[in-house]
């Protein structure tokens, strides 16, 4: 990953620049924004720039020793840590180099990839399996920044959502963070940062990215995706900053369909007061792996707020953001949603993902969230 290949923001690549330039490398740096802002891509930009051995003025040169390295994700001072999963009929706590094939391939086909996307590419929904990052981690970790650097001038670990961190880990890592070996950089990238022990905040600086803009968006889809000026107006509307979500959007991801589905069906369902189909509905949603689960709560809480602003009369304003399937749907839905239940409503869902990450028993998450839907859909 180069600064060239990010489609913007631009004062925060320059910040990042100068830094290295001047010699101003803080050893622990969080990254953080919200989903889709490309903070995993600056993060691995940044990395390849500071191990560049013929840096130019704004981007690493891409084709001296390091870079090709750093480029391949083979750099014997540039460490990954990032959620795993165990692997299927086996209790032994994975590490992130046990997944590093597939995290260069992420990488390489989805420089932009949302967690939710890595998940699936290691089967999380096979294994109906949360990701994590283990506590066994944390002595590789040590172990690996505690070496000296082999070819660089530093030993770099980005770790990909810190708040995924077993509490063992995150200990370990606050004391690494205090007191950290020399010539190391540790670049922490989050989504949820309040999830992060106030410590480990405290011991880095922070950088926050900000969502990507329209014009951003639009530009990136015309020349990566061939998109039309119309077509990438559209979709980098209904993204809202999320370039992740931009390419999802243009890909026509099926998992959208599949939720958009579902959604559907719940709201019918519980509209006719049809037990027996919920009841069915929850066996199907609760054959899914977590990682699917909790990604269709939140899409629904997305769609929840959308009627609701439906309701409000918001489209007038723009502020409106759906997909042309949703659009229909939504078009005789939306009425249900107003000021009486929508808080309610919200507070289900979110209460059922809480369920969810507490390795609740699905079957009866998703049959309870029905039942609580049929009282507040009328």
């Known amino acids: 990953m180069s600064f060239s290949r990010i489609p913007g923001h631009s004062e925060i690549i320059e910040k990042l620049v100068l830094s290295v330039h001047e010699g101003r490398v803080s050893h622990a740096q969080l ?11 600056l993060a691995l930009a940044y990395a390849k720039f500071i191990g560049c051995e013929n840096r130019g003025e704004s981007d690493s040169c891409g084709t001296c020793k390091s870079c090709v390295k750093h480029e391949k994700m083979i750099h014997p001072d540039m460490h990954y840590v990032f959620p795993v999963i165990k692997k299927k009929n086996s209790n032994d706590e994975p590490l992130s180099d046990d997944y590093l094939a597939e995290w260069r391939e992420f ?3 989805s420089p932009f990839g949302r967690v939710n996307d890595w998940f699936a590419a290691i089967g999380a929904g096979e294994n109906n399996a949360q990701g994590m990052i283990y506590s066994v981690e944390s002595a590789e970790i040590i172990r690996k920044m505690s070496l000296k650097p082999y070819e660089s001038d530093y030993k770099i670990m980005v770790i990909w959502l810190p708040e995924r961190m077993n ?14 070996p020399d010539k190391t950089v540790f670049i922490l990238v989050s989504d949820e940062p309040d999830r992060l022990l106030p410590t480990i905040i405290s011991r880095c600086q922070l950088l926050k990215i900000p969502p990507f803009t329209n014009s951003e968006i639009k530009s990136y889809l015309r020349s990566s995706y061939g ?6 107006d559209n979709m980098a509307r209904l993204a809202r900053g999320n370039i992740a979500r931009a390419e999802e959007l243009s890909k026509t991801d099926e998992s959208l369909k599949q939720n958009l589905r579902f959604f559907r069906e719940l709201m019918r369902n519980a509209w006719k007061r049809d037990v027996i189909e ?6 199907e949603i609760s054959a899914g792996g977590r990682e699917a689960q909790k990604n269709f709560l939140n899409y629904s809480l997305r769609l929840l707020r959308e009627n609701f602003m439906l309701s409000l009369n918001q489209k007038q304003n723009e502020l409106v953001f759906l997909s042309d399937e949703e659009a229909s749907f939504s078009e ?12 309610t409503l919200a507070g289900q869902f979110s209460l059922a993902i809480s369920h969810i990450e507490a390795n609740g028993y699905a079957r009866l998450v998703f049959l309870d969230l029905a039942l609580k839907v049929t009282k507040l859909i009328r």
Request: glycine letters at 6%; charged letters at 20%; aromatic letters at 10%.
């Open 167 to 180: 509490n063992t880990s995150a200990n370990k890592l606050l004391k690494l963070l205090e007191e950290p």
């Open 107 to 109: 990488n390489t086909n």
């Open 31 to 41: 990254f953080t924004g919200p989903e889709g802002c490309g903070s995993l891509a």
């Open 332 to 343: 005789k839905f939306h009425p249900y949603i107003n000021f009486e239940n929508i808080q």
């Open 227 to 232: 998109a039309t000026d119309t077509e990438a």
């Open 278 to 283: 919920l009841i069915k509905w929850a066996d």
